[in-house]
């Protein structure tokens, strides 16, 4: 195209034409014969007319209230020609784009105070054209981006946008739209504003205006202004710092900030990717996509209630504080016997993949919950649970698709024998179940059970518990039941797997010797009550076929190990090449949603069809299939069982390598992300039980959750969701380090 046939109607005469980045214009850099530089926007649809005049008004409006340099038409009219395509002429600010300038708290104040007057001075503008004007940009509308959000490939990105879209549509989206509405700039990015001797001196492309609440403005101003920062809660408080200096936000705006921040970002990066799919796109639209993806990474490790009380004191309100009666009403109305994590307990307010938000303002890293398995707050989880429940939520008794969906892609996982479902609500119920069908099937009572393993809370799974029985104010295994050693390779009383077998098969010779016939074994393919033990090698593989010939069932408890949590293997006992005769399933079934189920042969389940119906009230209920088929999907889309092996073979260097320095470190276990730290007394290598509860807190004190287990108390265990990344082991490694470093055993 000519340029300088199309400038025509100019009283310009240019003798420098340089090509601009633009989007929804050709844009020109303009020099003409006296020096002066001028930018010339050239527009192919002539719909845009009426516009872009509005915009012109504005601009020319606010070039006589702002006290900073305003882009602004430098021809009275704009040009329309034949084909209806239009020009028009603005001024050429000088000045350093505010993302090429060093970062100051000073420069990041005076931002704030222009941004403030900026508002004042708009604040009864109208303009019908502009408020008419509905676009992508307005915050108002990003929920229309969830219709581009399958552009995004990668599904560990895509889950952080429908994540932070999720929680405006839920907390944010209502409170926003009672806010009163104002003419906005809406695109204060930092390379729209200008900078020259530490002071904002210009402002640039208004092509993003729109009529909404002036919060969104701040927030997407922040959103840029934030990008590459490593502190953007000291950033925030800078800005907002300045804009207080002019104009207020209310309790409610300032709630609204960290979600509509985030909101910004996603938008932003959907563009990009929808973007990326084309070929035509201009690189104006890549310019910060990887910093916004880097700033929405960081964003979830922020507390919203830090975020918010960083901006309260600066607009005189009071900061949140924690509610210091939920521990007095907890001892009020709940049992003594439910435990706390902590002495000092942490109040969780919310939660977003492995990260935990406390009142207080915290911000958490999971490294210790197993249930939430794919991560705390998934978003398709949310979405397919709301939607069921508008849905149907029924019982067995009726036929409905999920459960048979549910079941089919369920029991895909596993061998052809293993054939056969039985729905229920938690692990404890699965494995209680699991002993009353053994029993039915064998017509036997006893059951085998290993050391210092635990099957639940019901009454039987108490019975074949020998970490309850056998710990405090337990009794002993009941008559009917015999607890086997544990088959353990650290510290442990046989050689190798193969001799605990048959140590095993010895002590069931002699029970056969007593007229006693077990029913069934049943045990973790790594214990998690024993000390994150995985079963010595050789040992299922030499026990198991004796169990079988004496009509021994196998039960295999995976509610903690199974569904991928290994990484090398779906199911704990495959990483044996063992096939048990039933399988216990529970905690990350349903990711925090209660289900648990029991997978057998044909056969099995046919004998336990006797007459004697089998019900369970919600057990395969069709919310939980959903959730349940959820779950099974993303663990597939995310890659997550791979997730598990590599981040637990990273865990298992560092780990190693740390164990070397620390001798306290007696042994570390790892099997995927089902990890354990073994605390001894590098002198006598005896249980460092105290030591472990101190390494413990003080984890917490740096805000990463573990916990310990074993019959000594003296492993730190980490079963983390399974998003759990190897930036998230280096996080855990540089606290665990310092803490062993500075604490004496």
């Known amino acids: 195209m000519d340029v300088s046939v199309i400038m025509e109607g100019y009283p310009i005469k240019p003798v420098s034409v340089v090509t601009l980045e633009g989007y929804l214009s050709q844009n020109y850099k303009i020099t003409d014969e006296s020096g002066d530089i001028f930018i010339f926007k050239y527009y192919q649809n002539s719909r845009e007319f009426r516009r872009i005049k509005a915009e012109n008004d504005l601009m020319h409006f606010l070039s006589t209230q702002m006290p900073i340099d305003i882009s602004r038409p430098a021809h009275p009219k704009m040009i329309q020609y034949p084909d209806g395509s239009f020009s028009r002429m603005l001024t050429y600010l000088p000045g350093d784009f505010l993302k090429d300038v060093n970062y100051s708290a000073e420069l990041a104040f005076n931002f704030g105070e222009i941004i403030a007057q900026l508002h004042g001075s708009l604040t009864n503008y109208r303009d019908t054209e502009i408020e008419a004007y509905d676009h992508k940009w307005n915050l108002l509308n990003c929920l229309d981006s969830l219709n581009d959000v399958h552009y995004i490939l990668d599904p560990t990105r895509r889950k952080i946008v429908s994540y932070f879209l999720d929680q405006y549509e839920l907390f944010s989206q209502e409170i926003l739209r009672t806010l009163p509405k104002q ?5 204060l990015n930092d390379w729209n504003v200008l900078v020259a001797d530490n002071k904002i001196r210009g402002i640039i492309d208004f092509g993003d205006i729109c009529y909404a609440p002036k919060v969104c403005d701040l927030a997407i101003a922040l959103a840029y202004l934030l990008l590459d920062k490593e502190n953007p809660i000291d950033v925030t408080q800078s800005l907002a710092k300045g804009y207080a200096t002019m104009q207020r936000l209310s309790e409610k705006e300032i709630k609204l900030l960290y979600n509509l921040i985030a909101v910004r970002l996603c938008i932003s990066v959907i563009s990009s990717s929808k973007a990326r799919s084309t070929t035509s796109s201009s690189d104006y639209v890549f310019v910060t996509e ?21 901006l309260r004191p600066t607009f005189s309100y009071p900061e949140i504080a924690p509610n210091t009666e939920v521990s007095l009403l907890r001892k009020k109305y709940l049992s003594a016997a439910l435990s706390l994590s902590y002495s000092v307990p942490i109040h969780m307010t919310s939660s977003a993949f492995q990260y935990m938000y406390a009142s207080d303002g915290n911000t958490y ?13 998934h978003p398709e989880i949310a979405k397919v649970a709301s939607r069921q429940l508008r849905s149907l939520n029924t019982n067995t008794r009726y036929l409905y698709d999920a459960l048979t969906e549910y079941s089919e892609k369920l029991l895909g996982h596993f061998t052809v024998d293993l054939s056969k479902v039985f729905y229920v609500n938690s692990g404890s119920e699965a494995a209680d179940l699991a002993i009353r069908v053994a029993q039915h099937y064998t017509q036997r009572k006893h059951l085998l059970v290993l050391k210092d393993g635990y099957h639940g809370n019901t009454r039987m799974g108490i019975d074949i518990s020998s970490y309850k029985f056998d710990g405090k104010s337990g009794t002993g295994p009941p008559s009917h039941v015999t607890p086997l050693p544990l088959p353990k390779e650290y510290r442990g009383t046989q050689p190798s797997g193969k001799a605990y077998a048959l140590e095993a098969i010895q002590i069931i010779e002699e029970l056969w010797q007593d007229g006693i016939q077990p029913a069934a074994f049943i045990c973790e393919p790594i214990s998690g009550c024993g000390g994150q033990v995985p079963l010595a090698d050789g040992y299922l593989q030499n026990l198991c076929p ?68 089998f019900f369970s009230s919600f057990g395969g209920n069709p919310v939980s299939m959903k959730i349940a088929s959820t779950v099974l999907e993303i663990i597939a889309n995310e890659g997550l069982q791979n997730n598990a092996l590599i981040t637990g073979r990273y865990f298992d260097d560092l780990a190693k390598k740390l164990a070397i320095k620390y001798p306290q470190i007696g042994d570390v276990r790892n099997r995927g992300l089902f990890l354990g730290l073994e605390l001894i007394d590098p002198t006598s290598f005896e249980p460092a039980t105290t030591y472990a509860s101190i390494i ?24 983390p969701p399974l998003c759990f990344s190897n930036q998230n082991v280096d996080q855990f490694f540089e606290a665990f380090e310092v803490i062993l470093e500075k604490t004496m055993i």
């Open 183 to 187: 003419v906005l700039h809406n695109d």
């Open 290 to 310: 990887k910093q916004a993806w880097d700033l929405l990474d960081k964003w979830l490790t922020i507390n919203p209630i830090r975020f918010e009380n960083c």
């Open 365 to 377: 890293l999971d490294a210790y919950n197993n249930i939430p398995h794919v991560g705390h707050c």
């Open 546 to 613: 004796y169990l079988k010939s004496k009509g021994i069932l196998y039960i295999s408890d995976e509610v903690q190990v199974g569904f991928g949590r290994v990484g090398s293997h779906f199911w704990g006992y495959e990483m044996f090449d063992v096939q048990p005769d039933m399988v216990v399933l529970g905690k990350p079934m349903g990711n925090g949603h209660p289900i648990g189920g029991l997978v057998t042969r044909d056969d099995i389940a046919d004998a336990f069809h006797n007459g004697m119906e």
């Open 696 to 719: 413990k807190n003080k984890l917490k004190n740096k805000c990463i959750l573990t916990s310990t287990d074993g019959p000594y108390d003296n492993v730190l265990k980490l079963k």
